[in-house]
């Protein structure tokens, strides 16, 4: 029974599912059959015929058919569509079909034009180039110079631009995914660039260069070659310190602190490869020279969430690539380094290979200021040595892949040994008389100090076009980052007749070595919307140590002979352990163009577990960022940017120095949170000349400060944990013609740190919290082959730092005899500064030769790094008498020549 009663339901629901289906395609107009005969009539006119009898409107532009595009043919008992799609059959159209109203919209096909944009000459990318297409729409190539577009079906022109390089304009027929290969000439003229519709040669319309979020390398390498230099050497580092809210330490020297963020908040990224101290010569030199790289680009916020996890910018440098055509190169010599590089094809048109050497020679001008900073008032043998080695290799495998490889390796060592006596003073009891009677002797210290630091990377990078809208890259790295000091004295005391010899040695290392595997994809998923997804794994190993021993420790840890005493003897009473982590973290990013907007949503998850600390954690990273254009010139952008950082830079802020720890986070240093917000407008005005506005606020929490000077205290034990505030407005002005450059920055900022520990909870101003800065570049092409170039720094007093002194193993010792509730609150005189450059161009058959003159700091201003405080004895009254704070580690005038040739 239950068996017959399902059946008959089954009947049931069948006849009722066919009436329904029977019904639906009665009421479905595209199922009706008709007979039609179009003859002589072009498709326009034969579309809307059929429309006609149908009585179905089809929506469609007569700019899809060309005056050729004529039918003459009979449909018998067909369907509309069958009609529409057999009309159609060789114009690259889709077809959408609406039933509720019945309606048929045809609109163009698109297709994906994919690949890299080159220098002709090299066979290069050319990184962040910008392509122009059908004068309206704007693609840029990424740092790896790979672009790709949603074109639509027909005719379309793309016009490449980069600076000091000519414009390509290519027409194109599309009719299916097209791999394309973009070549540019290089333009040593830098001459203006005229735009062409492509339908109407006459017009020239502003571009839409929206670089809200990043500053672009394209300027800062230009400017960096034609402004002046601190020692000689184009130095791009210093050109990125000329933008606003980009500040430095006295004199421009030392590392960036970005909106009163600190030099260990930065990441910098060498080729994706994290570096963690990326200067020469306590900052004086910076490793990245324009003959080294091809792109720098500057994020301070609004960046993808593929960069992590660092909470203040993002400072990202790609090596050159070798010449895949011919050999080239150039060397540069100046009064303190000479570098060379060659870049040569390995097998012509498909791979290359990139060589790049610079050494430090014998420097009049850095050696005195190193030896001032480094060994104050001490007559000592003074020697500083550096170099930098890169080798880069590429090659194209098939159309799709791309495989390449890249080493870097930069060391700084300075040596210094000698003697140097000091009066010391003693109590003597004398039993004739007895008294006791004050006796001083002049003793001689024997010292013998190492100060060393470097960083070494290797990177195996995989780059594939899997399908045209589909971007893959896989990478692994390895780095490591060392410095260490190390400073040996030796004193002879005679007491009471007896003569004995003290022995002092200072040992302090801070080593980093990373290992990572990462994979990226960028899908085009539509012409409006584009995906970024990507992921990898970080395994970290720290190894900082500290030690302070004399002759007494020795003795009573193990007796020991001076000269016995070794690194791994220092190892076995090293302070701050072992530590060993690993990330995992994963983002995804959709960039969104709709008309007048661009939006931009990431999300960066990582997982941190520091394996020897037992300690770990997961963080979300949200960052989104909004341009909307409000005329054809004007746009306005918001943007909000978090991040975490996992490791802390235990350092005086001052200045780089081996002192300075890297220290992973632990139960005790817990991670740095970074939120930051900002509203900008910006005016671009034509091609290279724009007018920016910024207001942001900016908060890092959990920031590590170390409370005492204590060598014998674990790093965790003795840190303690604030919060870092700053906000402000900053103004940038930037043109950049073949005649002359001008970049103009204003920043008005306030910036603060609080800890519980310090200054009665109170915030106080951070060390780099300078109310107002103004500062220029500009250059300017003189007749005959000259060149003129100046910056101009120019800011308000800073908190000035106070110290006891500047010793190699503790840094510079600051002086906390502050009233309490009132850190920080002395500022120093109004800091201005004027550089100068003039520079001569010949090019003599194939080879291009410039010489170069920098005047640094040509007004001689003083700028003090920290001053210290002097005492001097009342002789009449027997008293110590405290003097003003005197500055120290000035930056005088500096001159310097340079010599460059380039084949």
Excluded at 513 to 533: P, S, T, V
Excluded at 568 to 590: H, N, W
């Amino acid at each position: 029974m239950q068996i017959k009663s399902l059946f008959l339901y089954g009947i049931v629901i069948l006849l009722g599912g066919l009436f329904f289906s029977m019904n639906a395609i009665a009421q479905n107009p595209f199922t009706k059959k008709i007979s039609v005969e179009l003859h002589q009539l072009s498709k326009a006119e034969a579309l809307r015929k059929v429309a006609e009898i149908t009585e179905i409107p089809i929506l469609f532009s007569d700019d899809f058919f060309t005056q050729n595009d004529s039918v003459n043919i009979a449909y018998q008992n067909k369907t509309i569509t069958f009609i529409i799609a057999d009309l159609l059959k060789e114009n690259q159209l889709t077809i959408t079909n609406k039933t509720q109203p019945a309606l048929i919209i045809l609109s163009r096909a698109f297709y994906t034009v994919y690949g890299y944009v080159k220098d002709l000459k090299s066979n290069t990318p050319l990184p962040y180039s910008n392509i122009l297409i059908n004068n309206y729409e704007v693609v840029g190539a990424d740092k790896n110079g790979h672009f790709f577009a949603k074109l639509k079906a027909g005719k379309n022109a793309l016009q490449c631009s980069f600076i000091t390089f000519k414009d390509t304009i290519i027409h194109l027929n599309v009719q299916k995914d097209t791999p394309l290969n973009l070549y540019l000439s290089p333009n040593n003229q830098l001459q203006e660039v005229i735009i062409s519709d492509y339908n109407n040669p006459s017009s020239n319309p502003i571009e839409e260069l929206r670089d809200i979020n990043k500053y672009g390398s394209k300027e800062l390498m230009a400017y960096a070659v034609k402004t002046p230099g601190i020692t000689g050497s184009d130095d791009i580092f210093h050109a990125a310190k000329s933008l606003p809210g980009v500040q430095s330490g006295a004199g421009g020297i030392g590392g960036h602190f970005v909106r009163g963020g600190s030099q260990g908040q930065n990441q910098y990224l060498l080729d994706d490869v994290p570096i963690y101290n990326p200067f020469h010569a306590l900052g004086l030199v910076s490793t990245i020279t324009p003959a080294m790289a091809k792109s720098l680009q500057v994020h301070k916020i609004g960046y993808s969430a593929a960069y992590g996890d660092f909470t203040s910018s993002v400072f990202d440098i790609q090596l050159k690539d070798g010449n895949a055509n011919k050999l080239e190169g150039g060397a540069n010599i100046n009064l303190n380094d000479v570098a060379l590089n060659i870049g040569m094809p390995i097998v012509k048109g498909k791979s290359a290979l990139f060589l790049y050497g610079r050494t430090a020679i014998s420097g009049i001008n850095l050696d005195n200021i190193l030896k001032n900073a480094l060994f104050p008032d001490t007559p000592i043998n003074f020697k500083k040595h550096y170099y930098d080695v890169i080798a880069k290799a590429y090659t194209a495998i098939g159309k799709k892949h791309k495989l390449s490889f890249s080493f870097y390796k930069g060391h700084d060592l300075i040596l210094g040994d000698g003697a140097y006596t000091y009066n010391y003073e003693y109590e003597e009891e004398d039993e004739e008389e007895e008294e006791v009677i004050i006796q001083d002797e002049d003793l001689e210290v024997e010292i013998d100090a190492e100060v060393a630091w470097g960083n070494q990377l290797f990177l195996l990078n995989w780059e594939s076009t899997l399908k045209p809208n589909l971007f893959f890259k896989a990478a692994v790295s390895a780095n490591r980052y060392l410095a260490l000091a190390s400073t040996f004295q030796e004193t002879e005391i005679e007491t009471l007749g007896v003569e004995e010899e003290k022995f002092r040695f200072d040992f302090t290392e801070s080593q980093n070595n990373d290992y990572e595997a990462k994979l990226q994809l960028n899908y085009l998923a539509k012409k409006w919307w584009r995906l970024k997804l990507g992921g990898g794994y970080l395994r970290q190993l720290y190894h900082p140590t500290n030690n302070s021993f004399t002759d007494e420790t020795i003795i009573l840890e193990e007796d020991y002979d001076d000269d016995e005493i070794n690194v791994d003897f220092l190892e076995t009473f090293s302070k701050a352990p072992r530590q060993t982590t690993q990330k995992i973290y994963l983002y995804g990013e959709s960039h969104f163009n709709f008309r007048n907007w661009v939006l931009n949503l990431g999300l960066r998850n990582s997982y941190f577990h520091n394996i020897s600390n037992s300690y770990q954690q997961f963080n979300m990273q949200p960052r989104f960022s909004v341009d909307y254009r409000l005329k054809e010139k004007h746009f306005l952008s918001f943007n909000y940017t978090s991040s975490v950082q996992y490791n802390h830079l235990i350092s005086n802020t001052e200045i780089s120095l081996p002192q300075d720890f890297w220290y992973p986070s632990t139960n005790n240093l817990t991670p740095q949170i970074g939120h930051q917000f900002d509203v900008g407008y910006t005016i671009y005005k034509k091609r290279n000349h724009s007018l920016r506005s910024n207001i942001y606020y900016k908060t890092i929490h959990r920031i590590a400060r170390i409370n005492s000077q204590n060598e014998n205290i674990l790093i965790d034990d003795n840190a303690i944990i604030g919060k870092a505030t700053a906000y402000g407005l900053e103004l940038a002005y930037n043109i950049f013609t073949p005649k002359y450059g001008l970049q103009l920055s204003y920043a008005l900022s306030k910036s603060t740190h609080q800890f519980e520990e310090q200054n009665l909870g109170k915030a106080y101003p951070f060390q780099f919290d300078r109310r107002h800065e103004l500062k220029t570049l500009f250059y300017y092409n003189l007749p005959k082959n000259f060149s003129i170039g100046s910056s101009l720094y120019l800011g308000s007093g800073h908190p000035i730092l106070y110290a006891f002194n500047f010793d190699l193993q503790q840094g510079i010792q600051q002086d906390n005899r502050f009233t309490p509730g009132k850190k920080n609150q002395d500022r120093s005189n109004i800091h201005y500064r004027l550089d100068l450059s003039l520079s001569y161009q010949q090019q003599i058959k194939n080879t291009h030769h410039t010489v170069k003159l920098n005047l640094f700091n040509t007004l001689n201003t003083q700028l003090p790094l920290y001053y210290t405080l002097e005492e001097e004895e009342d002789e009449e009254e027997n008293e110590t008498e405290e003097n003003e704070f005197s500055p120290k580690f000035n930056l005088r005038f500096i001159p310097s020549v340079a010599y460059t040739i380039e084949f």
